[in-house]
């Protein structure tokens, strides 16, 4: 039990420095860091259910699979973004993009 | 059977043959009157060889019709049809040249044929219909030259007061045939039939037969051609109450016989009178027709139809022979009036002498035939009960015979006589049929006891009643040849003349209440008719009154409907104005202003979007966790 | 019952915290990336020590070739790579620190008050592992494997198209 408590803990904190990441950070790259770190988090999390309360059930590790899958794919996509945003405005903060404001 | 139908039919068919074709006309009544002979003088013969000949046809239910051919009747048959083609042979002559020839013998004819049928009808109800169409055939007659005033009023007066004595011809059959048990003429009956109807049937007489009070029709039919009055009016058709007398003879009580006696009594002497004082040939005839049928009408009464038939016999071809005369008279002189015919017997005198030889045997001169009837009535006034006043009466009567034929004689004879002033035609015709009957007068005397007798009845003879008979007409002649002069002027005598006018006479007792009943009633109609006519009128008045009420009121709701539609329509369409319209644009501005409110929030910025997702994913999460707890 | 196991977790817990916060903490780009390339093998080691041997493996591998590029790409596009300039490259700072905060407490809360049941402790053996894994992949989560198979496709090429750039006509 407190295997998978600790794991979960862990976890949990990793979520949290994410997220905190992700709503302070300017710079786009940095933001992409705390997603990151969130679904790694989350990995943990996954993989720690797998092995302490259903180690039969590989389904889970596909699920593991899947988000690693995309997390790769969230990194492309994103940086592809931060450069097109590069190429337009000279910079990828993101205090001065308010262009979506309605 | 064959001799019934010939003498019935016969002249009928001559009728129908005269007005549907038209041609030929006199010679086709008197060849209907000559196959009527042929019939009766068969029907004669074979009633005296004893065979009693029957017909029955169908009529009426349980009533069917008879003809029956009695003794009396076939002897009366014969009587007639000899008397009616002389008639008819005259009247060839007196009709030549006319107008109205052929109303005439269409007319004649079919009265042949009805009176031949009276005679020889064998139940009631076959008689009431030929007394019928013997009324309307004289109602034909006397109006032969109905554009003449007075034709026309006398046929209309004859026919009214014949009809309302043949009520007394209805109530009496309808007696006999109650009281009977059947329509049927019998000889012997089982019972006689009460005083009411014998007094009925005695109405029906007095109308027919011309007695008082119903004896005025007689005078004023005189306006018709001499051989009608020859015939109709002295020979037959009066004769027929004669013969309703005779065949319900054996129904009438004794009591109901005075009364018979009684108006036969009375008439004599009434009209007795009026002949003796009137002015005109033909009217004093007509009087002298109704007193002898007094005369026969008392024979009746005293219980001896015997002598009525006598005298019904002898009458017949007296009275139409001294018509006849008259008739040829009135042809010549050209009126029939005392004071024109004066010595006009000078003129024509064969005619005189045959009137003469007729008047006298009226008379009672023997060996006239007349004598011998006169005769049987005065002895059957002799021999009755009530004889007190039964044969003064007659022999009275036979006293003004004599008289007024006198009298008759001498205007005739006496006098100057005009000059010819029109050549004498059609005579030779005219001559046949007198003479021819007042043959008949002469010698009937000698047959008519036989005759009688074969009729089966009995001539009653006394030698007192032959007596005062002779008395009587001896000295009534010469008193009536040398009575006064021609026209009467005293009250008195014109007062008997004119037929005893009580209270203004016929016209002013029943014509002239009638008309004026007649317009009081024509008054009432015009006047209904015009109230009907306000009436619809009004009513018009009302419905167009309505119908313009109902168009306005319809009218004036159709606009208010059409109002108030409209002010529905425009406060729906200001709802829709205000409320729904502005209703939706109060909504559009709502969510503008949310949207407005909303793009307050929105930044643009990434991190505060993320911010905000992580708000609502702690929202989220909370609210799981409280589902879990 | 303190095992090895539970050890080892912590340790490489704690390392792949602190490397974690060592992300955001440091103003050097490059440095940053490593950290976090340090985070995510630290993980990766995790997944070892809770014996998903192939999933560890696949992580620390792929880790590292994505932390690399990031830090290229940190490079390229940063202001101060080096981190030298002392700017505080960080905004709502409260904020997050909140929503930090509260989202850790509320997992750590999830994790300690929910009834997991009972630890199972016989774990299939690494080649069975593999073997399973394999025939999970290939019979049930066939599908789920072909269209991630598609949607790494799909994303590369929207990576390319988006990473276009537009020749304009000067």
Do not use: C
């Not at chain 2, 042979?89 to 013998?105: H, N, S, T």
């Not at chain 2, 037959?236 to 009580?253: H, N, Y």
């Amino acid at each position: 039990m407190e295997l998978l408590i600790t794991a979960l803990i862990i976890a949990a904190v990793l979520f949290g420095i994410g997220l905190y990441g992700v709503l302070s950070q300017t710079n786009l790259v940095m933001i992409m860091m705390g997603i990151e770190l969130m679904l790694g988090a989350a990995m943990v999390n996954l993989v720690a259910f797998w092995r302490y309360l259903h180690p039969e059930a590989f389904s889970i590790q596909m699920f593991v699979l899947v988000a690693m899958t995309v997390m790769a794919l969230e990194g492309a996509v994103g940086f592809a973004i931060a450069t097109q945003r590069f190429r337009t405005s000279g910079s990828v903060e993101m205090e001065e993009s308010a262009e979506l404001k309605g | 059977m064959i001799a019934l139908l010939l003498t019935i039919l016969g002249p009928l068919a001559g009728s129908i043959w005269i007005t549907a074709i038209r041609r030929k006309i006199a010679y086709a009544a008197l060849t209907g009157s000559l196959v009527s002979l042929t019939g009766s003088v068969l029907l004669f013969l074979y009633m005296i060889e004893g065979k009693i000949i029957t017909a029955t046809f169908a009529g009426l239910p349980n009533l069917p019709f008879r003809l029956e051919v009695t003794e009396l009747s076939a002897v009366l048959a014969l009587v007639v049809s000899v008397i009616t083609t002389f008639i008819f042979i005259y009247a060839i002559g007196y009709m030549a040249e006319e107008k109205g020839k052929l109303r005439f013998w269409s007319g004649i004819s079919l009265f042949l044929g009805a009176m031949q049928l009276l005679v020889l009808a064998g139940d009631w109800i076959l008689f009431v219909m030929a007394w019928e169409i013997m009324g309307f055939a004289s109602y034909l007659l006397i109006g032969t030259w109905y554009w003449k005033k007075e034709a026309g009023d006398a046929s209309t007066k004859a026919f009214l007061m014949n009809r309302v004595a043949d009520l007394g011809l209805y109530v009496g059959v309808f007696v006999i045939i109650l009281t009977g048990g059947s329509s049927q003429i019998a000889a012997e009956p089982m019972q006689g039939i009460s005083m009411a109807g014998a007094l009925a049937l005695l109405l029906a007489v007095i109308g027919k037969s011309a007695q008082v009070p119903f004896q005025s029709w007689l005078s004023a039919a005189m306006a018709g051609p001499t051989p009608v009055s020859a015939l109709l009016h002295s020979a037959t058709m009066v004769a027929a109450g004669i013969i309703l007398l005779l065949k319900a003879f054996p129904l009438f009580s004794p009591e109901a016989l005075i009364w018979v006696g009684s108006v036969g009594g009375v008439t004599i002497l009434l009209t007795g009178a009026t002949a003796v004082f009137s002015e005109d040939i033909k009217r004093m005839l007509a009087a002298s027709t109704s007193s002898q049928l007094g005369f026969m009408v008392l024979a009746v009464g005293a219980g001896y139809p015997g002598a009525a038939i006598a005298h019904l016999i002898a009458h017949a071809f007296i009275k139409s022979s001294l018509f006849l005369g008259a008739g040829i008279f009135q042809h010549e002189i050209g009126s029939t009036k005392y004071e024109k015919l004066s010595g006009a017997g000078k003129k024509l005198k064969l005619t005189f002498s045959g009137f003469a030889l007729a008047g006298l045997a009226l008379a009672g001169i023997p060996p006239l035939i007349g004598f011998w009837s006169k005769d049987a009535i005065l002895a059957a006034g002799l021999q009755a009960d009530p004889a007190a006043w039964y044969f003064p009466a007659a022999s009275i009567g036979a006293f003004f015979t004599a008289i007024y034929m006198g009298r008759a004689f001498g205007i005739l004879w006496k006098g100057k006589a005009r000059p010819d002033e029109t050549p004498q035609r059609s005579l030779p015709w005219m001559h046949t049929g007198l003479l021819t009957l007042v043959a008949a007068t002469a010698v009937g005397g000698l047959f008519l006891d036989p005759l009688v007798e074969e009729a089966g009845f009995s001539i009653p003879k006394g030698t007192l009643a032959m007596i005062s008979g002779l008395i009587v007409a001896v000295s009534g002649l010469p008193i009536g040849w040398f009575a006064p002069a021609p026209v009467f002027k005293k009250r008195i005598w014109m007062f008997f003349r004119d037929n005893y006018p009580v209270a203004g006479g016929y016209n002013r007792v029943a014509v002239q209440p009638m008309l004026a009943l007649a317009k009081g009633f024509n008054a009432i109609e015009t006047s209904l008719l015009q109230a009907v006519f306000v009436i619809g009128t009004a009513f018009l008045a009302i419905a167009r009154w309505l119908s313009e009420g109902i168009d306005r009121a319809t009218a004036y709701v159709i606009d208010w409907i059409g109002a108030f539609n409209l002010k529905i329509a425009r406060l729906s369409g200001f709802t829709d104005d205000k409320g729904i319209v502005e209703g939706i644009a109060l909504l559009v501005d709502s969510v503008q202003r949310l949207g407005y409110y909303g793009r307050k929030i929105q930044s643009g910025l990434v991190h505060r979007e993320l911010a905000w997702s992580v708000y609502g994913m702690v929202f989220a999460l909370i609210i799981i966790l409280l589902t879990y707890l | 019952m303190i095992s090895i196991q539970l050890i080892l977790l912590i340790i490489f817990g704690l390392a792949a915290i602190w490397f974690g916060w060592r992300v955001f903490m440091t103003s050097s780009m490059v440095r940053s990336a490593l950290s976090l390339l340090g985070s995510m093998v630290a993980i990766g080691i995790l997944f070892l020590v809770m014996e998903a041997e192939f999933l560890g493996v696949l992580q620390i591998m792929m880790m590292g070739t994505e932390m690399s590029i990031m830090a290229i790409f940190m490079m390229m596009y940063m202001m101060d790579p080096g981190g030298l300039g002392n700017m505080d490259m960080s905004h709502q700072k409260k904020i997050s620190i909140a929503a930090g905060v509260v989202v850790t407490v509320l997992i750590v809360g999830v994790a300690l008050f929910a009834d997991w049941g009972t630890i199972v402790t016989q774990v299939p053996t690494p080649h069975e592992q593999n073997r399973m894994l394999g025939m999970e992949i290939l019979k049930r989560s066939m599908m789920i494997f072909e269209t991630a198979g598609v949607t790494i496709l799909t994303g590369m090429i929207a990576s390319i198209a988006v990473a276009l750039s537009i020749k304009k006509q000067r």
